[in-house]
C-alpha cells in the first residue's frame, strides 16, 4: 500500500495530461462537426465526434503510457528501491484507473457535446454516438485491454529498447490492414498473392471454432504478460 501511494503521487500528472489531451481532441471534434454542418450537411442530422475522438484519446494515452513512459516509471520506482515485484502488481492497477477515468471523462465530454447539439440545432438527430451503442460490458473489457497493452509495450521497450519496440509497433499496426484487404480481396476470388494470403488465413480460421479462438487467444494473452512480467524482473536498472 505505501509503494501503492507513493507511485501513485509520482506519476499523478500522467493522468492530467491525458485528460487535457482529450479535451484538446474533443474541441477539435466539435468545431469539425460545426463546419461540416455550416458547409455540407443539408440533413438535420449531426454526430457527436468529440466525444468519439476523446474517446480515442484513452487509447493514445494508455499506448503512450506503455510504450513511451513505461521504461521511466519502472527505472525511477526500481532506482528508488521498490521491489520489481511490487511495481509489477501496483503499475497495472494505476494504468487500469488511469483509463477508466479516461473513460468517464470522454462520457462526460460526449454528454456536454449532445447537449451542445441540441442547444444549437433543436429538433436535430444525432445519427452517430459511440456511447449510446456500446454495450455497457464493453467499458471495462476497454479499460482491461489498455492495461494489458500498457503493461506488454512496456515489457518491449524495456527488453529490446526504442528500435527493437519500433522495428515490432510498426508491423503490428500495419497487420489489421494487410488482414483485412486480404481477406476481402479472398472474397472477391482475385488471384493476386495478397488474395491468396486472405484464403489462407480463412481457411485457418476456419480450422477452429469462435469459442476455441478465444481461449486461444486468452492463452497466448497470458502467457505474453507472464514473459512480460519476467522482462520486467530481469530487466538491467543502471542508477
Not at 16 to 25: H, I
Not at 46 to 52: H, K, L, R, S, V
Not at 115 to 132: C, D, K, R, T
Not at 206 to 229: D, E, F, K, R, T
Request: hydrophobic share 60%.
Amino acid at each position: 500500500m505505501n509503494f501503492f501511494i507513493k507511485h501513485l503521487k509520482v506519476n499523478r500528472d500522467g493522468v492530467l495530461v491525458m485528460m487535457a489531451f482529450q479535451a484538446g481532441l474533443f474541441l477539435l471534434g466539435v468545431v469539425m462537426v460545426l463546419i461540416i454542418n455550416a458547409i455540407l450537411n443539408n440533413d438535420q442530422d449531426c454526430a457527436a465526434i468529440g466525444g468519439m475522438m476523446a474517446l480515442m484519446g484513452t487509447v493514445f494515452g494508455g499506448l503512450v503510457r506503455g510504450g513511451v513512459t513505461g521504461g521511466n516509471r519502472y527505472r525511477m520506482a526500481v532506482s528508488m528501491g521498490w521491489p520489481r515485484r511490487a511495481y509489477i502488481l501496483v503499475d497495472p492497477i494505476l494504468t487500469m484507473l488511469n483509463c477508466a477515468l479516461g473513460v468517464v471523462f470522454a462520457a462526460l465530454l460526449n454528454q456536454l457535446e449532445v447537449w451542445l447539439y441540441s442547444v444549437i440545432y433543436p429538433g436535430w438527430e444525432v445519427e452517430l454516438n459511440v456511447f449510446a451503442v456500446m454495450p455497457w460490458w464493453l467499458y471495462p473489457v476497454f479499460v482491461i485491454g489498455m492495461t494489458i497493452v500498457d503493461f506488454l509495450f512496456g515489457a518491449l521497450l524495456l527488453r529490446f529498447g526504442a528500435k527493437g519496440f519500433a522495428v515490432v509497433w510498426f508491423p503490428l499496426c500495419f497487420l489489421p490492414l494487410i488482414v483485412g484487404n486480404s481477406v476481402d480481396a479472398a472474397r472477391e476470388g482475385g488471384a493476386s498473392l495478397l488474395a491468396q494470403l486472405g484464403r489462407g488465413i480463412v481457411f485457418v480460421i476456419g480450422l477452429l471454432s469462435p469459442a476455441m479462438w478465444a481461449a486461444v487467444g486468452a492463452a497466448l494473452l497470458l502467457i505474453l504478460v507472464v514473459l512480460s512480467a519476467r522482462c520486467y524482473q530481469r530487466a538491467e536498472v543502471r542508477v
